[in-house]
T-cell receptor, first 113, second 116 residues
Framework: EAGVTQSPTHLIKTRGQQATLRCSPI?????VYWYQQALGLGLQFLLW???????NRGNFPPRFSGRQFPNYSSELNVNALELEDSALYLC????????????FGSGTQLSVL | AQSVTQLGSHVSVSEGALVLLRCNYS??????LFWYVQYPNQGLQLLLK??????LVKGINGFEAEFKKSETSFHLTKPSAHMSDAAEYFC??????????????FGAGTRLAVHP
């Protein structure tokens, strides 16, 4: 069974540009979660999507946005990139029901120059 | 609101020694607690989880954790460290109070180094 896949593995952008990160969940999972892992800051919750809807949002500015497609894959978009957006962005998926564990992808390393 | 505090950003042990990684939580509802491990250049892998059943939880790779409500703690232990245990470990609590289902709130992480 394929795990959570993320693309690209690495992404280099300059300040002010836009970045698009992609995530494919495990087959059968309807929930997708996005986390930002900046150096020394642990994992910060960004967004939760389920059944195509944004269900919950972390404490990030509106330039962080995303969507979930009918096949449950997801995109994270970051507009007007800033240097401090440089981080590892992790996607995780789970079944909708409570008490289901999260399965994580290997992440996209975003570098903003 | 739920939160997690991991005491010690870096822990170093000798191979064969006891591993103890500390985690304290704050939760307004009975917590669901997790430990995840992250190896270099990889995502997170679930080690174990507590969801209100037995207070001593056994996980993969010989790790276990004990839920202590009176101490609001969920420390991770392993009797004998192996070189392959070197990684970053994250404690997390499920954000059930806000209806977050499986959304997790993570601690800052503890980097474990194992030396010969």
């Amino acid at each position: 069974e394929a795990g959570v896949t993320q693309s690209p593995t690495h992404l280099i952008k300059t300040r002010g540009q836009q970045a698009t990160l992609r995530c494919s969940p495990i087959s059968g999972h309807t929930s997708v979660y996005w986390y930002q892992q900046a150096l020394g800051l642990g994992l910060q919750f960004l967004l939760w999507y389920d059944e195509g809807e944004e269900r919950n949002r972390g404490n990030f500015p509106p330039r962080f946005s995303g969507r979930q497609f009918p096949n449950y894959s997801s995109e994270l978009n970051v507009n007007a990139l800033e240097l401090e957006d440089s981080a590892l962005y992790l996607c995780a998926s789970s079944y909708r029901q409570p008490n289901e564990k999260l399965f994580f992808g290997s992440g996209t390393q975003l570098s903003v120059l | 609101a739920q939160s997690v505090t991991q005491l010690g950003s870096h822990v170093s042990v000798s191979e064969g020694a006891l591993v103890l990684l500390r985690c304290n939580y704050s939760s307004s509802v009975p917590p669901y607690l997790f430990w995840y491990v992250q190896y270099p250049n990889q995502g997170l892998q679930l080690l174990l989880k507590y969801t209100s059943a037995a207070t001593l939880v056994k996980g993969i790779n010989g790790f276990e954790a004990e839920f202590k409500k009176s101490e609001t703690s969920f420390h991770l232990t392993k009797p004998s460290a192996h070189m392959s245990d070197a990684a970053e470990y994250f404690c997390a609590v499920s954000d059930r109070a806000s209806g977050g289902y499986n959304k997790l709130i993570f601690g800052a992480g503890t980097r474990l180094a194992v030396h010969p």
